[in-house]
């Protein structure tokens, strides 16, 4: 149990074009969804939260107009990367959480690479 | 505000030795410390979490970890090293349990498994 899915795994894109990504909670609802974005060989650093229904919370120097994130459904956040640039091209990873579950635990999504050209 | 130090960003230890990485964290609140593992071009796996209750803690494929208030540590190990343990190792801190708050994450230490 306890499955989340990513799409697209890996996507190329030209530069000053939109992009968006899908994370989905197969087995479970989450309240609240992460996303993460990692740089090569390096950590994740938290990019924003948002919580079904409500506007995502951005961590500080996050772009909230560039990585624009919705949270529309309790199985379904999605992170759009709108006029992306090569400075852009990363790891992103998401992660979902059923708060009301009391299992204090994320399940992550496998990642999507990112590529502007 | 929370932090997560590793030491060592790279660590190699040979097939059946003992393996130790280093955690230690900053956090003004009792903590809840997580371990993950990943593996190339893969998302997280949980290893295992520490909620508070027992301060040595089990996990996957025979890791544990102890939870050492007054080191603020957290280190993972396990007694024999196998060539399928070689991944990317991060250690996570957050304040409120991991599910209704981001985590912070240590800068990783690579694990190398020497044959």
């Known amino acids: 149990g306890a499955v989340v899915s990513q799409h697209p795994s890996w996507v190329i894109c030209k530069s000053g074009t939109s992009v968006k990504i899908e994370c989905r909670s197969l087995?479970?609802?989450?309240?609240?969804m992460f996303w993460y974005r990692q740089f090569p060989k390096q950590s994740l650093m938290l990019m924003a939260t948002?919580?079904?229904?409500?506007?995502?919370?951005?961590e500080q120097g996050v772009e909230k107009d560039k990585f624009l994130i919705n949270h529309a459904s309790l199985t379904l956040s999605t992170l759009t990367v709108t006029s992306a640039h090569p400075e852009d091209s990363s790891f992103y990873i998401c992660?979902?959480?059923?708060?009301?579950?009391?299992?204090?635990?994320?399940?992550f999504g496998p990642g999507t690479r990112l590529t502007v050209t | 505000a929370q932090s997560v130090t590793q030491l060592g960003s790279h660590v190699s230890v040979s097939e059946g030795a003992l393996v130790l990485l280093r955690c230690n964290y900053s956090?003004?609140?009792?903590?809840?410390l997580f371990w993950y593992v990943q593996y190339p071009n893969q998302g997280l796996q949980l290893l295992l979490k520490?909620?508070?209750?027992?301060?040595l803690v089990k996990g996957i494929n025979g890791f544990e970890a102890e939870f050492k208030k007054s080191e603020t540590s957290f280190h993972l190990t396990k007694p024999s090293a196998h060539m399928s343990d070689a991944a990317e190792y991060f250690c996570?801190?957050?304040?409120?349990?991991?599910?209704?708050?981001?985590?912070?994450f240590g800068k990783g230490t690579h694990l190398i498994i020497q044959p």
């Open positions: 087995d479970f609802q989450a309240t609240t």
């Open positions: 520490y909620t508070s209750a027992a301060t």
């Open positions: 996570a801190v957050s304040d409120q349990g991991g599910g209704a708050d981001g985590l912070t």
């Open positions: 956090s003004s609140v009792p903590p809840y």
């Open positions: 992660s979902a959480s059923d708060v009301l579950s009391a299992s204090y635990e994320q399940y």
């Open positions: 948002s919580n079904e229904g409500s506007k995502a919370t951005y």
